[in-house]
């Protein structure tokens, strides 16, 4: 379900726990940001905050290896926003061997089979405010 808030709520999310991992990173709109740039591009995005070399990658398979081999050791938050496609999870997130122990990976989409799909164990449905408690909210 779109506009009830989620990336606002991953925003505060990332703000209150990043410090308290090795390396954070916070990709909003993935849907968006593939479809204007492609995958390519995003992992590059996500790399430059971890690798001294340029981001130097010919494609997504190569994207991936790199972000599992420096990322594997680390313990990691790193949010995903707005997935609508397994393929945005595959080559940004893989797998549990991908990052350190101890790290989350946090993932917004507006298709909960996604995540089934992707073995993500742990799901938190976000419902919409109804008029009152949005009225509440902002009294």
Aim: a positive charge; proline letters at 0%.
């Amino acid at each position: 379900m779109g506009r009830i808030g989620k990336t606002t709520m991953v925003r505060v999310v990332y703000e209150r726990i990043s410090r308290e991992f090795e390396f954070s990173f916070l990709l909003t709109d993935v849907r968006s940001s593939v479809g204007k740039s492609g995958l390519l591009k995003l992992q590059k995005q996500l790399l430059s905050g971890i690798w001294t070399k340029k981001a130097d990658i010919s494609d997504i398979h190569e994207g991936a290896t790199i972000i599992r081999r420096l990322l594997g050791h680390k313990r990691v938050v790193l949010i995903l926003d707005d997935v609508n496609r397994s393929i945005h999870l595959k080559y940004l997130a893989g797998n549990q061997e991908w990052f350190g122990s101890g790290s989350r990976v946090l993932i917004t989409t507006r298709n909960e089979h996604l995540l089934i799909e992707h073995g993500v164990e742990r799901r938190l449905k976000v419902e919409e405010f109804n008029n009152d408690d949005s009225l509440q909210l902002f009294s």
